[in-house]
Every structure is written in C-alpha cells, then in structure tokens.
C-alpha cells in the first residue's frame, strides 16, 4: 500500500537535494573586488529590469515571499539548476574541445558502489522501462583510450523519480561507478529513464505555472566522466524523438548529446557513445 508519506513531493525532494548541498559547504577564493564588480552588475540589471517593467509594490511584496518559500520549501538547488546552471555550464567549458558537457542537476550522489567495465546498474527485481544497453569507449583528444577512466552514472526511473530523492525509491537505485576496460570500454545495462517532472506541488512549479510554462525536461542520463590527468566531464544524454527534448525547461539539451538507440528482437536498446576527455 502507498501512503502519503512515500508520494514524492516538492518539499520533500527539495529538502533531500538541500540536505545534500548544505553538507558539502563550498566556498571560492573570489577577491573582493571581482565580487563586488559581480553584485554591481547583478543590482544594476535588476535596477533596470524593474524601472523597464515598472514593477509595484505588490509585485515586489509577493517576490520576497516567493523567495522565502523556496528557501522554506529548500527547492533552491532545483530552481537554480533549472534555470541558471545552463549558463554557468556554458562559460566553464568555453574552449574545451572533448565531449560537450551539460548541467549536473541537484541528484547527483558521489562515491556510488564500483563496477566492472561490463555491468548492470542496481534496480529492482521488477524494474519497469525498456532494458537499454549504453556502450562505447572513453579516450583522449587525440584519440587514445583512457583505462583508468570511470563514468558515474544515475538517472531518474521509468516514473522520472531519482533515488535518494524520492521516498519511493530505494537508495542506490539507478546509480554506479563503472570502471572502464583495458580498452577505455563499457557496456552499461539499465532502463530507460522516464521525462523529469519539476515537483509542481513547490514554488519552482507555482513559479513555472504562473508563467505559463511547462515544468518537463526531457528523458536523461546523467553521466560524470573522469580519468587521470584529463578534465572531468558532467554531462547529460537524451534519447532522439523523445518528448521535450526540443523544448527543455532547464535548457540543457545539445544536439551533441542526442542518442539514437536500437531495439533487438527481444526489445532491448541498444546504443554506443564515446566521450572525449580535455586534458586537466
Ligand atoms: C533538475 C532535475 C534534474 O533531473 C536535472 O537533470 C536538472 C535539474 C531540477 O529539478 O532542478
Ligand atoms: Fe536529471
């Protein structure tokens, strides 16, 4: 029987994913004065936004509860990921010539269980979603596999549910570090992920509502390429055809970055994707 408790909620996934973040307790070496030039620039431009609009009182009365409510909600990590780490993505890989990265999102989970080159992503014994083969090799800019490289992967259920954020997924489900073989190869068995739904139930989804936006991305895997000496790479990759991968709400998709599998007889999907590594 489902009970309430073990229905994914905006709170809910928003809190696990602030939880998450709040633990690691980043800090940068910013100089002060790039800082201040930063927040000069971020006043100005919300100085000339609210004179262009002529934004009231009320207007401005409803942002700040808005504001507290995703923080009370905790859905900071979604709203940003959703909306500004697109951008932040873009600027860190300018003049990176390797596979082309995209945003990590608020799910990821470091330090998942290893496996062997050739392996099977932990699932339930009754797993739902098309059994999906994703295989290829990891090599350098010049064109030389990488042995010692890993590739983390996670992705959300056949529901577009996450692990470690959804009450009505087991932890570790869905996620992996794969070591790859002598000859920077593997061969990933999974399912096939369903489209994310940003929780609609929080203030990202009255935010998204409000607007008359749609809260999807389309159906991803989420993957974090590393290998000694070379630059890691967080990317995403999205199925071909599938729903809303012309029209992502975080902005993420690259045609780069499209897969285009093949089913066998017996129903599973197959497909091969390499990724190049920068140097560090
Ligand atoms: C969000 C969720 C994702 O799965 C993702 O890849 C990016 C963003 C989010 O809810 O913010
Ligand atoms: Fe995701």
Not at 92 to 101: D, F, I, L, M, P
Request: aromatic fraction near 10%; hydrophobic fraction near 40%.
């Amino acid at each position: 029987m489902t009970t309430l408790e073990q229905q994914p909620t905006a709170a809910g996934s928003g809190a696990a994913a602030t939880a998450k973040f709040a633990a690691a307790r980043v800090s940068t070496d910013t100089p002060p004065e790039r800082l201040a030039a930063i927040a000069t620039d971020v006043l100005q431009a919300l100085g000339r936004i609210i004179d262009d609009h002529g934004i009231t009182y009320p207007e401005y009365r409803v942002l700040k509860q808005w504001l507290i409510d995703v923080g009370e909600y905790g859905e900071w990590p979604l709203w940003l990921d959703v909306f500004v780490e697109h951008n932040i993505e873009e600027v860190a890989y300018r003049g990176h010539s390797g596979t082309k990265g995209s945003i990590e999102g608020p799910y990821y989970v470091a330090d998942t269980p290893r496996l062997p080159a050739v392996s099977t992503l932990p699932m339930r014994t009754d797993e739902q979603g098309t059994p999906l083969v994703f295989a290829g090799q990891v090599r350098d800019l010049e064109g030389a596999p990488l042995p010692g490289a890993t590739i983390e992967i996670w992705h959300a259920d056949a529901q577009g549910y996450y692990s470690h954020f959804a009450p009505n997924v087991p932890d570790g489900i869905l996620r992996g570090t794969v070591e790859v073989d002598e000859q920077g190869r593997f061969a990933i068995t999974t399912v096939r992920p369903a489209p994310y739904q940003i929780p609609t139930d929080g203030p990202t989804g009255w935010f998204i509502e409000k607007a008359g936006w749609h809260p999807w991305r389309p159906a991803h895997l989420h993957l974090m390429v590393k290998a000694p000496d070379k630059r890691t790479i967080t990317t995403q990759l999205y199925f071909v055809g599938g729903d809303w991968v012309d029209d992502d709400v975080a902005s993420a998709v690259k045609p780069e970055l499209i897969l285009r599998p093949t089913a066998d007889t017996d129903g599973v999907e197959h497909v091969d994707y390499d990724f190049v590594l920068d140097p560090a």
